[in-house]
């Protein structure tokens, strides 16, 4: 028996509808009903668009009815983060600069789902141009997690990660320059991956170049290792206006049903340098020996990074703050004054993290190049021996809004970044996913997976088999 749209995946919702179970029509009228009646409990979303969605889904059922072929995804409704664009619809970036800005065309990954037959029934929200690793912009205002609407969702991605959990759509891929995909995705529960870099395209302009330093992709967010498998597919190849783009490795579907047992895995729930809450530790630690029941051997292993997690942040911020600042600088071009008359209109902590910081000198910013070399290096020499690295996504379970954490297990850290652990596999840009893995107090831990570059199938067929022995679909809150 077929599930309810709104609890089906996307794969099931998928073949519900090939199978003349479900209409387009149907299903996408189901979601916005869902998304109308709950969006306000956590605000994941920032527009919704109805009339769009119908329409296309009365294009969908037509296709139907006149045999025409479908493609993966036919009638399946996803959301699409507020950084990329929609053709008709605005995307504000989350800032007021943008409030009112309405995109003439899609980004390259949405045409490709649009291509597949996925039906666009809103954009869901991001802090101010997705520099946060919380979401909250002077739009729309702060997206919480559905396990806890007064604790904060995750970001950049928060908006994606919230409407996955609230059961708003089946599928809502995001971006991801230091987790953004994968600190939603631990904080609201559902599966996020960051695919090898050039994988999916992401094409920047002005700067075509800019997804390098740290780097940056795009990457699907979904309730289940198969639905992102799915968009992954989708989204994935080449594309002439990203230099970094890569070709296609075969489906990433197959890895889903793959068997784990010739995987050996390495398992540092702090990687050997950052703070981790013991119930975070505790819950990863019940949660690896699933690897072990479903035939991989799992080690417990600390990579040698060369540097401690600061040093690691501090390279990071180095490189950040420069791709920050050119992004601002680059608002000039567009008629806006970010370092004069619009100032004011830029989030407070925006200002603070990119307008105030000291702009890093050459040597400075070389040198964290150096640094982020020792990464890859310290990295590689565990990916000779190991296919895989486990680790915690988050030092910390999700916390109140406006309350970042100060400190971990006693140990002081930079409260805006340093209680994630996503940061190393965006400078060398290795494929990381974040998989549910169980709770603290009701609130859930994500587990870090991570492999070489271009071992996305890996990875895929790790999680696949995390999911297959402690299943989490029906964990999400109603």
Known sequence: MVAPPTRATAAGLARAIRDGEYSPTEVVDATLERI?????????????????AREAAEDAARAIDEGEPLGPLHGVPVAIKDLDDVAGVRTTSGSLLYEDRVAESDSPF???????????????????????????????????????????????????????????????????????????????????????QGVVPNVTRPNGFASHTPFSTKGPLARTVEDAALSLDVMAGTHPRDPFSVPKRGEYRDAVDRPVDELDIAYSPDMGVY?????????????????????????????????????????????????????????????????????????????????DAEEPATRVYKRADVVRTDVLDGLADL?????????????????PHGEEPAEIDGTEIEPYRGWVLTQPFNLTGQPAASAPSGFVGGLPVGMQIAGPRHADDDVIAASAALERRRPWRDAYPE
């Open 36 to 52: 109308r009646q709950r969006n306000e409990r956590t605000n994941a979303f920032v527009t919704v668009t109805d009339d769009l």
């Open 275 to 355: 703070p981790v809450d013991p119930d975070v530790r505790d819950v990863l630690e019940d949660a690896v020996s699933a690897f072990e029941r479903a035939g991989a051997t799992v080690d417990a292993i600390d990579p040698d990074l060369g540097h401690d997690n600061e040093e690691i942040l501090d390279a990071y911020y180095t490189m950040a703050t420069v791709r920050w600042r050119s992004l601002l600088e680059n608002l000039s071009e567009e008629g806006f004054d970010p370092l004069g008359e619009d100032r004011d209109r830029l989030r407070p902590y925006l200002v603070d993290l990119v307008l």
């Open 383 to 399: 990916f000779a021996e190991y296919d895989l690295l486990v680790t915690a996504t988050c030092g910390t379970t999700p916390f």
């Open 110 to 196: 949405v045409a490709r789902l649009k291509d597949a037959g996925a039906i666009v029934v809103g954009k869901t929200n991001t802090p101010e141009f997705g520099l946060g690793t919380t979401t909250d912009n002077r739009v729309a205002g702060p997206t919480g997690t559905p396990f806890d609407p007064d604790r904060v969702s995750g970001g950049s991605s928060g908006g994606a990660g919230a409407a996955l959990a609230d059961r708003l759509v089946p599928m809502a891929p995001g971006s991801d320059a230091g987790g953004s995909v994968r600190i939603p995705a631990s904080f609201c529960g559902v599966y996020g991956l960051k695919p090898t």
